[in-house]
């Protein structure tokens, strides 16, 4: 893509099954790269397609790969919906741990945070995204808060704050891990008791 900026978007239909390829692709190659940039024509040659294709279906290079990454992220942490904010927000944990770690997602997303400290547009991207799976946590937090499993005045930033604040430093240093015990210990102080929980809204 343009290394300038962002190109804008031709309107042409995507086909679903050359749009799999190159998201796999990508995040291949973000897992080979080792901190390295990924280029289009790398893309291009990994996917079976024509850097033109690129051209025509993102406005830019950053774009494809948060795309790719955004992919990844969707197949790997569900949005549950049990009933319980408890239940509800130990899953979507345990499933953001657990996803980062594995390969390839892991090795592409230090990949892509390596790119973004040079790249402002890769950087802005990457913002959408972190964005993006906050207010997904925050929708499990909101739900539970209708259903009186939270204060009505509980600080929901301030609660993903510290869920992503574990997250990131945890898997940018690598000093403790992130495993399913630290999810049930981080949902345990970020939520009442269970015998405490405020009782539900009819």
């Given at each position: 893509?343009?290394?300038?900026?962002?190109?804008?978007?031709?309107?042409?239909?995507?086909?679903?099954?050359?749009?799999?390829?190159?998201?796999?692709?990508?995040?291949?190659?973000?897992?080979?790269?080792?901190?390295?940039?990924v280029t289009t024509d790398a893309i291009a040659?990994?996917?079976?397609?024509?850097?033109?294709?690129?051209?025509?279906?993102?406005?830019?290079?950053?774009?494809?790969?948060?795309?790719?990454?955004?992919?990844?992220?969707?197949?790997?942490?569900?949005?549950?919906?049990?009933?319980?904010?408890?239940?509800?927000?130990?899953?979507?944990?345990?499933?953001?741990?657990?996803?980062?770690?594995?390969?390839?997602?892991?090795?592409?997303?230090?990949?892509?945070?390596?790119?973004?400290?040079?790249?402002?547009?890769?950087a802005e991207l990457m913002q959408s995204f972190?964005?993006?799976?906050?207010?997904?946590?925050?929708?499990?937090?909101?739900r539970g808060r209708d259903r009186g499993e939270?204060?009505?005045?509980?600080?929901?930033?301030?609660?993903?704050?510290?869920?992503?604040?574990?997250?990131?430093?945890?898997?940018?240093?690598?000093?403790?891990?992130?495993?399913?015990?630290?999810?049930?210990?981080?949902?345990?102080?970020?939520?009442?008791?269970?015998?405490?929980?405020?009782?539900?809204?009819?």
């Amino acid at each position: 893509m343009d290394p300038d900026g962002p190109r804008p978007h031709t309107g042409r239909r995507r086909n679903e099954a050359t749009r799999r390829a190159i998201l796999d692709a990508t995040i291949r190659l973000l897992a080979e790269a080792d901190g390295a940039p990924v280029t289009t024509d790398a893309i291009a040659r990994a996917a079976g397609i024509g850097k033109q294709t690129l051209y025509r279906w993102w406005p830019s290079k950053g774009a494809v790969l948060l795309d790719a990454l955004t992919d990844r992220s969707e197949q790997d942490v569900p949005a549950p919906d049990t009933g319980s904010l408890r239940e509800d927000l130990r899953t979507v944990m345990a499933a953001t741990f657990e996803g980062a770690q594995r390969s390839p997602t892991a090795s592409a997303l230090r990949t892509l945070l390596r790119e973004a400290a040079s790249d402002p547009h890769l950087a802005e991207l990457m913002q959408s995204f972190t964005g993006a799976r906050r207010a997904a946590l925050k929708l499990v937090l909101e739900r539970g808060r209708d259903r009186g499993e939270l204060p009505p005045d509980a600080d929901l930033e301030l609660m993903a704050d510290q869920v992503y604040g574990v997250f990131w430093y945890r898997f940018l240093l690598g000093h403790a891990p992130l495993d399913n015990e630290t999810a049930d210990r981080l949902t345990n102080s970020l939520l009442p008791p269970p015998d405490a929980t405020p009782t539900r809204r009819v």
